[in-house]
C-alpha cells in the first residue's frame, strides 16, 4: 500500500530519470489529475492511501508522459480563463498567451459587443469564454479543419454556449458584420517548426504554420477583415513575438483609425488591436 505522497514522489523520480522537465510539478499535476482533486487537496491528504486500482491507469499516463505526449491531450483537458476545455490531437492546446488575449480584448472594447467573430477557433476557447461573457452577443466560431469544428461543438454544448459554428478556409465562407473579430492564428515560420519541443509537435501543423515567412495568415486576416467588421469595429489579434513591427505595415491609415502592438505578460510584443474606421 503507498500513500499518495508517496506515489508523487515516485513519478517525480520516474520522470526525473527520463528527462522530463519539472518533473515534480508534472507528477503533482499526473497524482491529482488522477484523483479528481486540487493540488491543496493533495498537499493537505498526503498520507492517504492511493487507490490501488488506479496503478494501472498512473503508468500509462507515466509511459505516454515520457514519450512526450501533453498532459492536456493524456487527460483531455486544458484549463483556460478558469473553464475545462476538451482537447485532443485534433486542436490545439490553449495557451496562457491567448487567456491575456481574451482579457486584453474585453478591457479594450467600450460597450458590449453585438456580433463577435472567432477566426481560427480550434477547441473554441476563445469564442466560447466570450460567449459566456457576453450572453446577448451572437458568436460565430469558425475553422479550416472539420476536426477541430467537432472539438469546438463539444465544448460549447458542455458549456452550454451558444456559437454559430462555420467551416472556412478564413473569410471564404462568412458573411455579415461584426463589432470584434478575434483571433489566435497560426503563426509560426515553417522553417521554425523543427525546432519545437517534441511536446509541441504532437499538436496539429495546421494550428502552427502560418507560412513560410509565419505572418501570410495575419497578412491574409488584416487584409480580407474590414469587409466584415462595423465601423469603428475592434480586430484582436494574437501573433508571433518578433513580428509586431512587420505586422504593423499590413495596416493602412484610410482604413484603420488607430492600430497598436500590446505585450503580453512577459513583456513581448504579441498582440496587434486595431479599430476599423
Ligand atoms: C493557433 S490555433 C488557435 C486555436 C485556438 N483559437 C486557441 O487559441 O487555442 C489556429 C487554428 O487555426 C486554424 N486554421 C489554420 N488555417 C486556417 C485557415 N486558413 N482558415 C481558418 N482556420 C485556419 C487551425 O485549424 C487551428 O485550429
Same mark, same amino acid.
Given at each position: ?6 506515489? @508523487?514522489?515516485? =513519478? !517525480?523520480?520516474?520522470?526525473? /530519470? $527520463?528527462?522530463?522537465? *519539472?518533473? #515534480? ?110 450572453? @446577448?452577443?451572437? =458568436? !460565430?466560431?469558425?475553422?479550416? /479543419? $472539420?476536426?477541430?469544428? *467537432?472539438? #469546438? ?120 488591436? $486595431?479599430?476599423?474606421?
Amino acid at each position: 500500500m503507498k500513500t499518495v505522497k508517496q506515489v @508523487v514522489f515516485e =513519478v !517525480t523520480n520516474i520522470l526525473n /530519470s $527520463a528527462n522530463v522537465a *519539472e518533473a #515534480a510539478a508534472n507528477a503533482e499535476f499526473i497524482v491529482c489529475n488522477l484523483l479528481g482533486k486540487s493540488r491543496t487537496e493533495i498537499l493537505a491528504f498526503g498520507s492517504s492511501v492511493f487507490p490501488k486500482e488506479k496503478e494501472k491507469i498512473l503508468n500509462s499516463v507515466i509511459k505516454q508522459k515520457i514519450e512526450g505526449k501533453p498532459l492536456e491531450y493524456i487527460f483531455n483537458s486544458a484549463s483556460f480563463l478558469g473553464r475545462k476545455f476538451y482537447v485532443d490531437e485534433r486542436v490545439l492546446i490553449p495557451r496562457s498567451e491567448t487567456e491575456e488575449l481574451v482579457l486584453k480584448t474585453q478591457k479594450k472594447l467600450k460597450t458590449t459587443p453585438k456580433n463577435i467573430l472567432d477566426l481560427c477557433t480550434g477547441s473554441g476557447c476563445i469564442g466560447i469564454s466570450l460567449a459566456l461573457n457576453f450572453p @446577448v452577443a451572437q =458568436v !460565430t466560431c469558425s475553422d479550416i /479543419s $472539420a476536426p477541430a469544428l *467537432e472539438v #469546438a461543438k463539444q465544448n460549447a454544448a458542455t458549456h452550454k454556449a451558444k456559437i454559430n459554428f462555420i467551416e472556412s478556409d478564413l473569410f471564404n465562407n462568412l458573411q455579415g458584420k461584426f463589432d470584434l473579430i478575434i483571433s489566435n492564428p497560426p503563426y509560426i515560420k515553417e522553417d521554425d517548426i523543427k525546432t519545437l519541443s517534441p511536446e509541441v509537435k504532437k499538436e496539429p501543423r495546421l494550428a502552427q504554420i502560418g507560412g513560410k515567412e509565419g505572418t501570410e495568415i495575419i497578412e491574409k486576416i488584416i487584409q480580407a477583415a474590414p469587409k466584415f467588421l462595423a465601423p469603428g469595429g475592434l480586430l484582436a489579434l494574437e501573433i508571433g513575438d518578433k513580428e509586431g513591427q512587420k505586422v504593423l505595415q499590413f495596416f493602412s491609415r484610410d482604413i484603420w483609425s488607430n492600430y497598436i502592438l500590446a505585450h503580453d505578460f512577459a513583456g513581448l510584443e504579441r498582440y496587434i488591436f $486595431a479599430i476599423k474606421r
